[in-house]
T-cell receptor, first 116, second 116 residues
Framework: GAVVSQHPSWVICKSGTSVKIECRSLDFQATTMFWYRQFPKQSLMLMATSNEGSKATYEQGVEKDKFLINHASLTLSTLTVTSAHPEDSSFYIC????????????FGSGTRLTVV | AQKITQTQPGMFVQEKEAVTLDCTYDTSDPSYGLFWYKQPSSGEMIFLIYQGSYDQQNATEGRYSLNFQKARKSANLVISASQLGDSAMYFCAMREGYNAGNMLTFGGGTRLMVKP
């Protein structure tokens, strides 16, 4: 079945530094990928939709200059949290769209980011 | 208005018994898809079952079945013969339209706890 690899699984960084999270579709091509954020005991909130070769579409309230998304190939999308602050600490999870089926939304295993 | 509503924040079920997790949705699009995902404590999102709005039959996948009541706009998940490993968060999600780039919108989730 479709597999999405997300790295790193967890990361601790200092305030003010940047962190890059990678999301790769391993056995299918994903024109579209989605980035979600999940706070403890809450649901997944969509941050942005990433389309290969074009600019990402950000949800209202998400700072595009802070959360940089690059989808340079059909198998890789990256999310960079720039100038991270403690309030950016969260669980970030990507989903890649496998267009061969109606239900093809495969998720990565998520990245737990802690900013200290 | 909430597009996906899960009214049960938490539920207990005895091992080997069946349990129903509720989900109601709101959309004016005649074409939509409904999903259920399981999220264990590790954070990964595990796809369980999918129901398309035009599907005549209720979806089933092993011990999982989806009770799709279109007129009531409900898509309840039924887990038969609960196992201890079923303890997790469960999320209902919806995709409106069949455009490949359409995102999933998630409900607030239900935490299921299976008692031995």
């Amino acid at each position: 079945g479709a597999v999405v690899s997300q790295h790193p699984s967890w990361v601790i960084c200092k305030s003010g530094t940047s962190v890059k999270i990678e999301c790769r579709s391993l056995d299918f091509q994903a024109t579209t990928m989605f980035w979600y954020r999940q706070f403890p005991k809450q649901s997944l909130m969509l941050m942005a939709t990433s389309n290969e070769g074009s600019k990402a579409t950000y949800e209202q309230g998400v700072e595009k200059d802070k959360f940089l998304i690059n989808h340079a190939s059909l198998t890789l999308s990256t999310l960079t949290v720039t100038s991270a602050h403690p309030e950016d600490s969260s669980f970030y999870i990507c989903s890649a769209r496998d267009q061969t089926t109606n239900y093809g939304y495969t998720f990565g295993s998520g990245t737990r980011l802690t900013v200290v | 208005a909430q597009k996906i509503t899960q009214t049960q924040p938490g539920m207990f079920v005895q091992e080997k018994e069946a349990v129903t997790l509720d989900c109601t949705y709101d959309t004016s699009d005649p074409s939509y898809g409904l999903f259920w995902y399981k999220q264990p404590s590790s954070g990964e999102m595990i796809f369980l079952i999918y129901q398309g709005s035009y599907d005549q039959q209720n979806a089933t996948e092993g011990r999982y079945s989806l009770n799709f009541q279109k007129a009531r706009k409900s898509a309840n998940l039924v887990i038969s013969a609960s196992q201890l490993g079923d303890s997790a968060m469960y999320f209902c999600a919806m995709r409106e339209g069949y455009n490949a780039g359409n995102m999933l919108t998630f409900g607030g989730g239900t935490r299921l706890m299976v008692k031995p």
